[in-house]
C-alpha cells in the first residue's frame, strides 16, 4: 500500500506511527512544512525503509521561509522527495502571496536537473502552480488534495501531472467530482494525516486499505485490483528517480 502524503512528524506519536508504517509494509511519503522539520525528522526516519522523507516549505508557512531556505539548498540531496511546497492563495494565506511565490520559484530553481518526486500544494492557486511549473519544465509532479476547477484538470493530466486523493475527498461531492475526472492511471493514495480523519481519531497509514475499497467501488473493479493499479502509479512515478 502507498500513502504518498502524511505528515508523520505532526502526530503526538510519530515515532509509534512510523514504526507501525514500516511494520506493515506500507511505503509513506512523509511530507514535512519545514527544513528545519526535515532535519530533525531524518535520523529517525533514514533506517526505515518504508519511509520516504520529503523536504518540504508549506505555502502556509510563508513568513517562515526566508530563514530556511539555506537549509532546504543544504539538504536537497539527502532526500529524494520533496514536500510539502506549492502555493496557497486562500483568504488565510492571500497576505504573503508574494513571498510564497518568491519561495516557490527558489524551490523550483534549486530543483533544476534533480529529479525529484514532488508533492504539491496548490489551494486557490492551482493555475499559477501550473504556469510556474511549466515554466521550470517540471513533471510529472505530484497535487495533493487538489480541490481547484474541474476545467484545469485536463491541462494538469497532459502535463504528466498525479494526484493523490484521501478519504475526505471520497467522503465528500467535491472530492468525489474531482477522482472521476482522474484516469486511475493518474490517481495515488494518501492519507494527509493527522488532518484527516477516521471516525474521531486522526488517519494514520494503515488506514489507506480502507481508502482502496472506497476507490474500488467508484472504479467498479476489485480492491486487490485497485491496489495493484495504486501500486503501479507509484512505481511508474519514481521511475523518474532513475532518469
Not at 495515488?188 to 488517519?203: I, M, N, Q, S, Y
Request: aromatic share 8%; charged share 20%.
Amino acid at each position: 500500500m502507498i500513502d504518498a502524503h502524511c505528515h508523520i512528524d505532526l502526530y503526538p506519536n510519530p515515532s509509534e506511527i512510523a514504526t507501525r508504517a514500516e511494520r506493515a509494509g506500507i511505503t509513506t511519503l512523509a511530507v514535512t512544512n519545514l527544513p528545519s522539520s526535515f532535519k530533525k525528522a531524518f535520523p529517525f526516519i533514514r533506517p526505515m525503509r518504508r519511509i520516504r522523507l520529503a523536504l518540504g516549505m508549506h505555502p502556509l508557512l510563508a513568513l517562515e521561509h526566508s530563514r530556511e531556505r539555506k537549509a532546504f539548498a543544504y539538504l536537497i540531496d539527502k532526500t529524494s522527495y520533496i514536500g510539502e511546497v506549492g502555493l496557497d492563495f486562500s483568504l488565510a494565506a492571500r497576505s504573503t502571496k508574494k513571498i510564497q511565490m518568491e519561495s516557490f520559484q527558489f524551490i523550483l530553481d534549486s530543483l533544476q536537473g534533480k529529479p525529484k518526486v514532488i508533492s504539491l500544494h496548490s489551494r486557490q492557486a492551482e493555475s499559477t502552480v501550473l504556469d510556474m511549473l511549466e515554466a521550470a519544465g517540471r513533471s510529472p509532479v505530484v497535487f495533493h488534495w487538489y480541490s481547484g476547477p474541474l476545467t484545469l484538470l485536463e491541462r494538469a493530466l497532459a502535463s504528466g501531472h498525479y494526484f493523490s486523493v484521501n478519504l475526505a475527498m471520497v467522503n465528500s461531492l467535491r472530492g468525489q467530482q474531482v477522482i472521476s475526472e482522474l484516469p486511475p492511471n493518474r490517481v495515488l493514495t494518501e492519507t494527509d494525516g493527522p488532518f484527516t480523519k477516521v471516525g474521531h481519531r486522526p488517519a494514520c497509514p494503515e488506514d489507506i486499505g480502507l481508502l482502496e475499497g472506497k476507490l474500488a467501488a467508484i472504479w467498479q473493479v476489485g480492491r486487490d485490483e485497485a491496489s495493484k493499479t495504486i501500486q503501479e502509479n507509484f512505481s511508474a512515478l519514481i521511475a523518474i528517480l532513475k532518469s
